[in-house]
């Protein structure tokens, strides 16, 4: 499954794509190797690629360059590994459930954040899908896992993040807990 969606990760740089899949097929199987309780689940490959393009855009390194950089991969890993310490709950398996039984931390962050968040924040908003019984799963699942990598382009999506990590960072909580409270 890994080979099949690295396969299809949208890379935002220019570099090597045969090797760069190779090595998001390696860090990813060795994450997941390392973490069985987890494993690997669809999504963490567009993390990695987001990772790969940070750090290429702090050292202002064009990635066909970085690639032959000593530590890019191993810096890559760490931060995945890192990024991956407060993301495990959003990738448990049996979070992909749509029904109201659903209890998982993924499923309580999705009821929270339509239910509670959205309808202080744009109750407009919160009123039309609810009226149409459109389930927070339906469109949460994918912002939350992916922290919007395919919601927005390359340099948006870097600012994004940077938002969620400095909030993380000073409110020392969850990655999207307080994001959603901007």
């Keep these: 499954m890994i080979r099949k969606d690295v396969a299809r990760t949208e890379l935002f ?9 190779r090595m998001m097929e390696t860090l ?7 973490n069985p309780q987890t494993s690997y689940r669809q999504g963490m490959n567009d993390l990695v690629s987001v990772i790969m393009l940070a ?14 950089a000593r ?28 029904g109201e039984q659903a209890q998982t931390p993924l499923f309580k962050k999705f009821q929270n954040i339509q239910n509670i968040v959205l309808k202080r924040v744009d109750p407009a908003l ?9 389930a927070p799963q339906l469109y949460l699942l994918r912002w939350i896992r992916l922290l919007f990598a395919r919601e927005f382009e390359p340099s948006q999506v870097l600012i994004v993040w940077d938002a969620i990590m400095v909030k ?13 409270l901007i």
Excluded: N
């Design 126 to 134: 919160w009123e039309h899908l609810t009226a149409r019984e459109i």
């Design 28 to 34: 990813l199987l060795v994450w997941s190797l390392e």
């Design 71 to 98: 530590f890019f991969e191993a810096d890559t890993y760490t931060l995945l590994d890192k990024l991956m310490e407060t993301a495990t709950p959003w990738f448990t398996p049996g979070a992909e459930v749509l």
């Design 168 to 180: 993380r960072a000073a409110k020392k909580c969850t990655y999207m807990g307080h994001f959603f």
């Design 55 to 68: 750090l290429c855009d702090d050292q202002k390194i064009p990635m066909k360059d970085i690639m032959e």
């Design 13 to 21: 740089y220019e570099c090597d794509k045969e090797l760069t899949y």
